[in-house]
């Protein structure tokens, strides 16, 4: 995209080109609006909303991303994407009911990986586990939020262009533990 801009280097125009060929035309970046002062400097608060934008991405990625829980009785790496939140949600709302002793004899069934191991199995949880796992999910959960809550605080407080890139989020491993 380029940028057509005036004698005061007001934006006029933006055509579809891939890159300027007259005097008056400039690269276009995302930042630029129809109308507006031409700028090739990314504004702060362009900059904050990018950033921002990637601690959102961050966040989420981090929630289902998995979670550890020893709710088996050993360390166990469990998935932690929406699908298994919610069913994990509602087998637990039946844990102590007929409906769950009926339908998991032996326990629920979750998939992990353990601590020692490279592979997924099947852990059988029973009530009990079923609910410590899920408020080990809920700790999880609360976790990533309150380091998303920090970076986003970290990106409120940039004056600077330079510093919100300076801005780093690593995976998950810059989420606090347990």
């Not at 998303?148 to 890139?165: F, I, L, P, R, T």
């Amino acid at each position: 995209m380029i940028c057509v801009v005036d004698k005061n280097n007001k934006i006029i125009n933006i055509i579809n080109a891939d890159s300027p060929t007259r005097e008056n035309e400039r690269i276009c970046y995302p930042w630029n609006s129809l109308w507006e002062q031409y700028t090739d400097v990314e504004p702060l608060e362009y900059a904050k909303q990018r950033k921002l934008s990637e601690v959102s991405r961050w966040t989420a990625s981090n929630i289902t991303g998995g979670f550890v829980s020893s709710a088996s009785g050993e360390a166990v790496r469990y998935d932690s994407d929406k699908e298994t939140q919610l069913t994990m949600q509602g087998i637990a709302l039946n844990v102590e009911t007929p409906l769950f002793a009926k339908k998991y004899p032996n326990g629920c069934p979750v998939r992990g990986i353990a601590e020692s191991k490279n592979s997924k199995e099947v852990f059988w949880l029973k009530p009990s586990q079923v609910m410590q796992w899920m408020a080990d999910l809920s700790m999880h959960i609360g976790r990533c939020k309150q380091a998303g809550w920090a970076k986003q605080a970290e990106v409120d407080a940039c004056k600077s262009v330079g510093e919100v890139n300076a801005i780093t989020l690593g995976g998950d491993e810059s989420v606090p533990s347990e």
